[in-house]
């Protein structure tokens, strides 16, 4: 049993952009499937979810993309466990080229009941089977306590149509479609489209019927705060530098 | 020298909706997959594009979707060439599911100097190479006549956000996302998500720059006319039925 679990790809023409570096969403996914994958060989993945009814949701994500990876790149992605404790799992990601480190990150992910939207524990016999890696410390070892300040109210906004396509077979929108939302209102504002680092919080599901969100942008120290915004409020929020 | 191409597949779970079955983008994207991976092995596919400075690119297509692949459901392009000729390529597709024939389409693609955006004449060494296929008859013998009627400039319209990550690595938005942002429109304005016919002409590129696009809808005897239009006019335009 493998405490770490590594995903081989080549980046393919359709995950690039006009510049010939991967989408901000085609790296989203990219480290998503690595993780479903892995947690798949422990029966905590997308197979079965329907008949076990729990699930991983992804809560916050930091990342750096130190270099975005190039069209017929081939690359490695790497990505352990640090540990699953309650109703909480952690995981970290590392991506090569080479023997060159492109992008390294930390995530938190949320064990919930699909039926009733209650996080729950993760059964014992789940969180001790599920191996704990011993790779390089942590990117973000405070990750749990990642606290991101709302842009201001009057901050402009960009309106980002909703797709059909953006819900899944859970009927959910999946996570790499906010990163088209923001990666399509950073070009829109007139920033750039490649941010180094990337750190969020998802906050609350986009209902199904929903046509359009708003991405708020404002910039400070830090960098630019981010949030993805409907009427329920905030959907995710986070900060681009 | 096969004059047939075979790609086989396996719809995965980022391919389908909340219903299960294969997204109409998906299907858009299979089909060119096959498409551009047949092209390629006689040199005139998405390889050495820049090189080249020449390209096909898609101008009809009409496909009868008879089922929606589902979730895993291992499926199987077949696709072929019916001639080219001056600066035409007729291309045949059906998909299978074991025995099962849930796809069939026919398509009319354009040879175009990439730098000027003016049509050319398939050069007689390239279009002498591709192999003539002489599967079942075509699906859409007349496919280069298929003409279709704009939508009233009254009906009702869905406008649609552009992403960043709708412009491929070309600089174009592709031909898929037009499907997505069709399939969104149909969908909000309260029909079927899933046309059984659907046959359309692309007409001219959307600039870079655009942030929207109005999907016009206009219910008729033949179907559901529709076109997807900017500023500079129509982009695309056909029938689902």
Chains 1, 2 share one sequence.
Not at 21 to 43: C, F, N, P, T
Not at 106 to 127: F, G, H, K, N, Y
Not at 143 to 155: M, S, V
Not at 183 to 194: K, N, Y
Request: glycine share 8%.
């Amino acid at each position: 049993m493998s405490a770490e679990f590594i995903l081989d790809a080549v980046v393919p023409f359709a995950d690039v952009d006009r510049e010939q570096v991967m989408l901000l969403s085609r790296v989203g996914k990219l480290l998503q499937e690595a993780a479903i994958q892995h947690a798949d060989m422990y029966g905590v993945g997308a197979r079965d979810i329907a008949e076990r009814g729990t699930s991983w949701v992804l809560n916050r994500l930091a990342v750096e993309i130190l270099r975005y990876p190039r069209r017929d790149e081939p690359v490695r992605v790497q990505t352990w466990s640090t540990g699953v404790r309650g109703f909480k799992g952690f995981r970290e990601f590392r991506v090569w080229s080479g023997e060159e480190l492109v992008i390294t990150g930390t995530s938190l992910w949320l064990w919930i009941d699909l039926r009733t939207r209650m996080l729950t524990r993760v059964p014992q016999e789940l969180a001790s089977l599920f191996p704990v890696g011993a790779g390089s410390p942590p990117y973000r070892p405070d990750i749990e306590k990642l606290r991101f300040a709302a842009p201001a109210e009057d901050a402009p906004t960009v309106p980002v149509s909703v797709r059909y396509s953006d819900f899944d077979a859970n009927g959910h929108v999946n996570n790499t479609a906010f990163f088209d939302f923001l990666q399509t209102a950073l070009v829109q504002s007139g920033r750039a489209a490649h941010p180094r680092r990337l750190e969020l919080q998802f906050q609350r599901e986009i209902p199904t019927g929903t046509t359009s969100v708003a991405v708020r942008l404002a910039p400070g120290d830090a960098g630019v705060a981010f949030a993805i915004c409907g009427a329920e409020g905030s959907y995710a929020q986070g900060i681009v530098a």
